[in-house]
C-alpha cells in the first residue's frame, strides 16, 4: 500500500485552463512538501505546507494541507506551458526511514 | 553555490559490468541519499546516510554498494549490472530528514 496516493496520474491540458492535482493518505503528517519535476532534471521544492487548513500561493499555484493533515491539493490558475513537469508530494514518515516518502506523481503536460 | 552534482549524466553498460556513480554536494548536508526513479514509479530509495560514516540500506538495495567517507561525497557502487537496473538515478541532501531535499541533475543508466 502507497503512503501517499497520488492523482491524477497524468493530465494533459490546454494553455490557461485551470486544473488540481491531488495527494492523499490515510495517516497523519506534521507536514507536506510539493516539488516539481521538469523533464531531465531533478525536482526541485515548490512548498512546504505545516497547518492544518493552510493555504499557500505560489504566482498561479495554491496549495492547501487538509484540515486533518492527512491531505493536501494543489491547483493551478491559467496553466502555461512553463508549469509542465511532474509533481510530487513528500512527507516525512516517522518510524521509517530517516527521509522523505514520495508519492508516484502526477504528470502534466500543458499544451500551448 | 553547485549544490549537488552528479557524474556522469549518462552511462550505458554492458550486463556483468561495474561502475560507480559519484555525487558531491556543497551544503555540509548530513544527510544524503541515493534514489532510483523508473517511469509511473517514483522516487524508489536505494540508501542513505545519516552522516559520514553512517549508512543504510533503503527500500531496494540490492545489487548496490555505497560508502560515506567524508560529509560531501556519497557514491553509488553497481556490481554486476543487470538490465533490471536500467533507470535515472538521483542523488538528495538534505539537512534534516524532513527538511528540503536538494536533488542532482540525475545519471540516466541503461543496462544492455
Known amino acids: 500500500t502507497q503512503l501517499l496516493e497520488q492523482s491524477p496520474q497524468f493530465l494533459s491540458i490546454q494553455e490557461g485552463e485551470n486544473l488540481t492535482v491531488y495527494c492523499n493518505s490515510s495517516s497523519v503528517f506534521s507536514s507536506l512538501q510539493w516539488y516539481r519535476q521538469e523533464p531531465g532534471e531533478g525536482p526541485v521544492l515548490l512548498v512546504t505546507?505545516?497547518?492544518?487548513?493552510e493555504v499557500k500561493k505560489l504566482k498561479r499555484l495554491t496549495f492547501q494541507f487538509g484540515d486533518a493533515r492527512k491531505d493536501s491539493s494543489l491547483h493551478i490558475t491559467a496553466a502555461q506551458p512553463g508549469d509542465t513537469g511532474l509533481y510530487l508530494c513528500?512527507?516525512?514518515?516517522?518510524?521509517?526511514?530517516?527521509?522523505?516518502?514520495f508519492g508516484k506523481g502526477t504528470m502534466l503536460l500543458v499544451s500551448p | 553555490n553547485a549544490g549537488v552534482t552528479q557524474t556522469p549524466k549518462f552511462r550505458i553498460l554492458k550486463i556483468g559490468q561495474s561502475m560507480t556513480l559519484q555525487c558531491t554536494q556543497d551544503?555540509?548536508?548530513?544527510?544524503m541519499y541515493w534514489y532510483r526513479q523508473d517511469p509511473g514509479m517514483g522516487l524508489k530509495l536505494i540508501y542513505y546516510?545519516?552522516?559520514?560514516?553512517?549508512?543504510d540500506k533503503g527500500e531496494v538495495p540490492n545489487g548496490y554498494n555505497v560508502s560515506r567517507s567524508t560529509t560531501e561525497d556519497f557514491p553509488l557502487r553497481l556490481e554486476l549490472a543487470a538490465p533490471s537496473q536500467t533507470s535515472v538515478y538521483f542523488c538528495a541532501s538534505s539537512r534534516n530528514p524532513d527538511a528540503e531535499a536538494f536533488f542532482g541533475q540525475g545519471t540516466r543508466l541503461t543496462v544492455v
Open positions: 505546507v505545516v497547518t492544518g487548513g
Open positions: 546516510s545519516v552522516g559520514a560514516g553512517i549508512t
Open positions: 551544503m555540509n548536508h548530513n544527510y
Open positions: 513528500a512527507v516525512f514518515a516517522k518510524g521509517g526511514y530517516s527521509t522523505l516518502t
